[in-house]
């Protein structure tokens, strides 16, 4: 295969289902699997649901009915999804590219959206397509800080950031990033009950605080805190400042490893502000 991000990715995505199950599983890439559900409502955890007032339940059927309209669960489940092993990851993501240039580089989308990020709270969450990679149909997701400047969102990336940092990692992002550089974006909410909508503000300051820290190639390991991909950082925002026995574990599939950006917008917990589609 060439060396280049876009090569690999279109040919891997060319091969048959059986071909590139082949290939991926000879690179140690992990399948990202949707439970044996049949709706996004059968994501919700029985043993909460029995226990969920009346206003949070209808809230979070409504965004299972909300999202059966936005990206009906037939689709959405048939979507193959991959985590590339670390070693793959680097390459893929221009770490390993002999011009720094051929890796992806997220944001060189082809087109704008017209997403109104002015509808964004601190918390929320913000979710991107700029084409179909590997772990899904969202390839990227960041998390709102607050208002319009150049420190108004958080994500972590393995390139160059607004501020010419060269050191991929954790850092702050302006709207206009979100706006300028993808396809399409989503602006997403998270349920916090049990716990109060304070939350989502305790959640895009655990982000803030790990501002620096380095990208984490290594998509298997959720649990790490010394390095962070851009969907980990945003589940771990909520995941580690709410309290042990009220968790908000916005994974859609919490029992494994990883947190993909497609299993932010399945999870229960999260519903759609707005969207430019």
Excluded at 151 to 161: A, F, K, L, V
Excluded at 172 to 189: A, G, K, L, Q, T
């Amino acid at each position: 295969m060439d060396k280049t991000y876009s090569n690999f990715i279109n040919t891997f995505l060319s091969l048959s289902p059986d071909q590139r199950e082949e290939v991926a599983l000879k690179r140690h890439w992990v399948k990202l699997e949707i439970p044996y559900i049949q709706q996004y409502s059968d994501m919700i955890p029985t043993n909460l649901e029995r226990k969920m007032p009346p206003e949070v339940l209808d809230r979070v059927l409504k965004a299972a009915e909300q999202k059966e309209m936005e990206f009906p669960f037939d689709k959405f489940k048939k979507i193959e999804r991959w985590i590339p092993s670390e070693k793959d990851m680097k390459f893929m993501l221009g770490r390993y590219a002999p011009d720094e240039n051929e890796g992806l580089k997220f944001g060189d989308g082809d087109g704008v959206n017209m997403c109104d990020l002015s509808m964004a709270i601190k918390g929320d969450v913000l979710l991107v397509h700029n084409g179909f990679v590997p772990w899904g149909w969202h390839s990227h997701a960041g998390i709102f800080y607050g208002g319009t400047g150049v420190y108004s969102t958080i994500e972590s990336d393995c390139n160059q950031n607004y501020f010419g940092d060269p050191h991929p990692g954790v850092h702050f992002e302006p709207v206009s990033h979100w706006n300028n550089d993808y396809d399409y974006c989503r602006i997403m909410r998270v349920i916090t009950w049990p716990l109060s909508t304070s939350y989502r503000s305790k959640a895009a300051e655990y982000a803030r605080k790990q501002l620096g820290k380095p990208y984490n190639f290594n998509w298997l390991w959720k649990w790490a805190t010394d390095k962070f991909y851009c969907s980990q950082l945003v589940w771990a925002g909520y995941y580690r400042t709410s309290k042990w026995y009220a968790r908000i574990n916005i994974d859609a599939v919490p029992s494994d490893t990883w947190v993909a950006p497609d299993e932010l917008y399945a999870s229960w917990r999260t519903w759609t502000v707005t969207s430019s589609w």
